[in-house]
Antibody
Framework: QVQLMQSGAEVKKPGSSVKVSCKASGGTFSSYAISWVRQAPGQGLEWMGGIIPIFGTTNYAQKFQGRVTITADESTSTAYMELSSLRSEDTAVYYC?????????????WGQGTLVTVSS | DIQMTQSPSSLSASVGDRVIITCRASQSIGSYLNWYQQKPGKAPKLLIYAASSLQSGVPSRFSGSGSGTDFTLTISSLQPEDFATYYCQQSYSIPWTFGQGTKVEVK
């Protein structure tokens, strides 16, 4: 059974950075893409970007280009999402999700979410 | 970016009702359309992928249809555990984008 375990909640000051981790177990980590999706309070889902660990290739949503960095460590089956220059609008729950394919690319396993609060 | 528009944004229904949620893409996306269910405080759960394929373990009362720009998610007989918010998501082109969500509430 695939599980994605994320790091704990964070409180950050505006202008700082946050790095959230996502450790995979129970599956083949490297051959699946891992995406990061965020959800602001009371709002919908927003894809930020993703990585294919075996290739190290990344894709980012234009909105986050230059502020987000997604990396992966195959040795520990862990993916990371770092968001810089934080502002209050970045307060959200951040999810990692495994991206599978089968006629479509879809997120079949999700982490439990990490609440990032940006406040002065 | 491909815009995904769901309707309605919310609906009220009773147990046993047939519920239909629609999702429209701003351009043709073939069958690159997925549906998720989300309950408060929980991560989304995959229901349907590739427009009409039922994810393993998901009850057969959920079904999906459509292609091109217009898609539907149907719950044939609403159960108490189905009250939640539903999202569509396109995977035709990056950035992957989601609909704004449809909240299914108790009537």
């Amino acid at each position: 059974q695939v599980q994605l375990m994320q790091s704990g909640a964070e409180v950050k000051k505006p202008g700082s950075s946050v790095k959230v981790s996502c450790k995979a177990s129970g599956g083949t980590f490297s051959s699946y893409a891992i995406s990061w999706v965020r959800q602001a309070p009371g709002q919908g889902l927003e894809w930020m970007g993703g990585i294919i660990p075996i290739f190290g290739t990344t894709n980012y949503a234009q909105k986050f280009q230059g502020r987000v960095t997604i990396t992966a460590d195959e040795s520990t089956s862990t993916a990371y999402m770092e968001l810089s220059s934080l502002r209050s609008e970045d307060t959200a729950v951040y999810y990692c999700a495994r991206e599978a394919t089968g006629g479509s690319n879809f997120f079949d396993y999700w982490g439990q979410g990490t609440l990032v609060t940006v406040s002065s | 970016d491909i815009q995904m528009t769901q309707s309605p944004s919310s609906l009220s229904a009773s147990v046993g009702d047939r519920v239909i949620i629609t999702c429209r893409a701003s351009q043709s996306i073939g069958s690159y359309l997925n549906w998720y269910q989300q309950k408060p405080g929980k991560a989304p759960k995959l229901l349907i992928y590739a427009a009409s394929s039922l994810q393993s373990g998901v009850p057969s009362r959920f079904s999906g249809s459509g292609s091109g720009t217009d898609f539907t998610l149907t719950i044939s007989s609403l159960q108490p555990e189905d009250f939640a918010t539903y999202y569509c998501q396109q995977s035709y082109s990056i950035p992957w984008t989601f609909g704004q969500g449809t909240k299914v509430e108790v009537k």
